[in-house]
């Protein structure tokens, strides 16, 4: 029965956004209420399924709905989407999710990272998305990880990167250059902390030990 109505609502989701994403777009850039309200379940939508790339929506917001108010739009409905997955993960789709996370052999090494602290781990993998992020909903999901440690960590883990894409595009009518180069330079800082991530994790693997190499 779980498993039933966890297909529904997942498919119902993903089929909704998909089949009106045009008009839902159109309602976005029109602003007002129900604008707000039509963006926060569209970025409740995206957390399952991207129909869109997130960065180009958080612009449409910056720009329609201004810097606060579209940052606490993507913020509410990201906690909307990655709660629905969470709980998703932990009571409907377990043996689905483990199928998953078994083609991401890499999302079972973050593992420990909750293991150890749980708070910290989620914050990191948020904040630099080594892993994508529906796979971090589905382990912390799966694992005892407390709900509230899982939105908290989330919620601060992803804000650098809402408020970067919303005030690039609040800014893009009036100077596009600059709207672009703040996206440029936040996607080369993320790829370059990225690459000293994974280096780093290389280099402890090839490199022996100090008492190794006396033996």
Do not use: C
Not at 65 to 89: C, K
Request: charged share 10%; aromatic share 14%; hydrophobic share 50%.
């Amino acid at each position: 029965m779980k498993q039933l109505f966890s297909l529904t609502l997942s498919g119902l989701i993903i089929f909704i956004g998909f089949t009106n994403k045009d008009t839902v777009l159109d309602l976005i850039q029109e602003g007002g209420a129900i604008a707000g309200f039509v963006s926060i379940l569209f970025v409740a939508v995206l957390v399952f399924f991207p129909i869109i790339p997130y960065p180009v929506l958080a612009g449409i917001l910056g720009s329609v709905a201004g810097v606060v108010n579209g940052t606490l739009i993507s913020l509410i409905g990201i906690l909307i989407g990655t709660t629905l997955m969470f709980y998703l993960s932990r009571y409907g789709f377990q043996s689905w999710s483990q199928r998953l996370l078994s083609k991401y052999p890499k999302a079972k090494e973050y593992e420990r990272y909750f293991e150890k602290n749980a708070f910290l781990g989620i914050l990191f993998l948020r904040i630099l998305p080594v892993i994508p992020s529906p796979i971090v909903n589905i382990i912390t999901g799966m694992s005892r990880v407390n709900f509230l440690i899982f939105s908290s960590a989330t919620l601060l883990g992803k804000l650098p990167a809402i408020v970067t894409f919303t005030i690039a595009g609040s800014i893009f009518e009036g100077n596009r250059l600059l709207s672009i180069s703040i996206y440029g330079v936040y996607f080369l800082i993320i790829v370059a902390a990225a690459s000293m991530h994974f280096y780093k994790k290389k280099s402890s693997l090839i490199i022996p030990s100090e008492k190794q190499v006396n033996t």
